[in-house]
C-alpha cells in the first residue's frame, strides 16, 4: 500500500528556514503529482504548494508565495517543501500528499503530518 512519511518539522525562530521531506512507497512515484497542506489549531486544512510527477509544473499558495518552494527527487521517491522567512502564522501541522493525477492535485493518500511551530 501507499505510506507517505514526511520529516523534517520543529521548532524555528521567525526569519528562518526548514526543509520538509516526504519519502513515498508502494506506488510510481513519477506518475503523480504531489502537495503539502497544512493545517493550524482551529482552521481548516489549507493547501501550500504543489508539483506535477515530471516536476516540470508547480504552484504555491498566496500565503506562501516568494518564501515556500517545492521540489522533488524521483530518484528517490521524495517531495520535499523549503520553506524560508518563516512566520508565527506558518505554525501549523504539515501535510504530504500524493495525487490520483499527474499533473493536478487530486490527494488520494495523506501523510500522518510533522510539527512545524515558528516563534516569534
Known amino acids: 500500500q501507499v505510506q507517505l512519511l514526511e520529516s523534517g518539522g520543529g521548532l524555528v525562530q521567525a526569519g528562518g528556514s526548514l526543509r520538509l521531506s516526504c519519502a513515498a512507497s508502494?506506488?510510481?512515484?513519477?506518475?503523480?503529482?504531489m502537495g503539502w497542506f497544512r493545517q493550524a489549531p482551529g482552521k481548516e486544512r489549507e493547501f501550500v504548494a504543489r508539483?506535477?510527477?515530471?516536476?516540470?509544473?508547480?504552484n504555491v499558495g498566496e500565503s506562501v508565495k516568494g518564501r515556500f518552494t517545492i521540489s522533488r527527487d524521483n530518484a528517490k521517491n521524495t517531495v520535499y517543501l523549503q520553506m524560508n522567512s518563516l512566520k508565527p502564522e506558518d505554525t501549523a501541522v504539515y501535510y504530504c500528499?500524493?495525487?490520483?493525477?499527474?499533473?493536478?492535485?487530486?490527494?488520494?493518500?495523506w501523510g500522518q503530518g510533522t510539527q512545524v511551530t515558528v516563534s516569534s
Open positions: 500528499a500524493m495525487s490520483s493525477r499527474a499533473v493536478v492535485l487530486v490527494p488520494a493518500y
Open positions: 508502494g506506488r510510481t512515484f513519477s506518475s503523480y503529482a
Open positions: 508539483i506535477s510527477g515530471s516536476g516540470g509544473n508547480t
